[in-house]
């Protein structure tokens, strides 16, 4: 167990539908990070919070959104789903900045069919 | 473009043998990471590296940062199936996050 929660592990929905995707950092962690990892494109970085406020942005779609609130949790949604969408997704915890390295969860699995 | 770039892709061994896997850059990074993945996973971290020319040993894997940090290599000795896995490197960008981009991976199978 690393210390960063993730659910659910495993999530299949239809095309066009929205989902929430639910990360608790590890304790002690202000930094949270999205990723999402295919086959083809390897981890790509989405969105990174810090203490409640958007840091850095990625390759995120408008589609896609994400927060972080007040107890650290970070929520990532995903709207208008698409087949292309489906991927694991994972969330990463730091303390501060991502230079000493990150702990990540052990990752939603979202199918769209 | 990818940013950091991984060789080789894929790498089959017997259990035993020696390999390296190397981490490749045209960007200057202020700490590099490597992190180990099993399938369905997510990544581990291993070893963090910051200073140009540091080496770090992890019992058989030994991890080198070049002296441009740009670049990094990991040797494992002796390989085990329990090596078995994908290694990325990671470098962290100089900007006031220190954002992180991961490498494509090098996918290792070490057969018993």
């Known amino acids: 167990d690393s210390g960063v929660t993730q659910t659910p592990k495993h999530l299949i929905t239809a095309t066009g539908q929205r989902v929430t995707l639910r990360c608790s950092p590890r304790?002690?962690?202000?930094?949270v990070y999205w990723y999402q990892q295919s086959l083809d494109q390897g981890l790509q970085f989405l969105i990174q919070?810090?203490?409640?406020?958007?840091?850095a942005k990625g390759n995120i779609l408008e589609r896609f959104s994400a927060q972080q609130f007040p107890d650290l949790h970070s929520e990532l949604n995903l709207s208008s789903l698409e087949l292309g969408d489906s991927a694991l997704y994972f969330c990463a915890s730091s303390v501060g900045r991502g230079r000493v390295g990150y702990t990540f969860g052990s990752g939603t699995r979202l199918t769209v069919v | 473009t990818q940013l950091l770039e991984q060789s080789p892709q894929f790498l089959s061994i017997q259990e035993g043998e020696n390999l390296t896997v190397y981490c490749n850059s045209s960007s200057v990074f202020s700490s590099l990471q490597w992190y180990r993945q099993e399938p369905g996973e997510g990544p581990v971290l291993l070893v963090t590296v910051v200073t140009g020319g540091e080496v770090k040993k992890l019992k058989r894997l030994t991890f080198q940062f070049g002296d441009a940090r740009k670049d990094s290599s990991l040797h494992i000795t002796a390989a085990q199936p329990g090596d078995t896995g994908l290694y990325l490197c990671a470098g962290a960008r100089k900007t006031s996050y220190d954002k992180v981009i991961f490498g494509p991976g090098t996918s290792l199978s070490v057969i018993p």
């Open positions: 919070y810090y203490n409640g406020e958007e840091r």
């Open positions: 304790s002690g962690d202000l930094s």
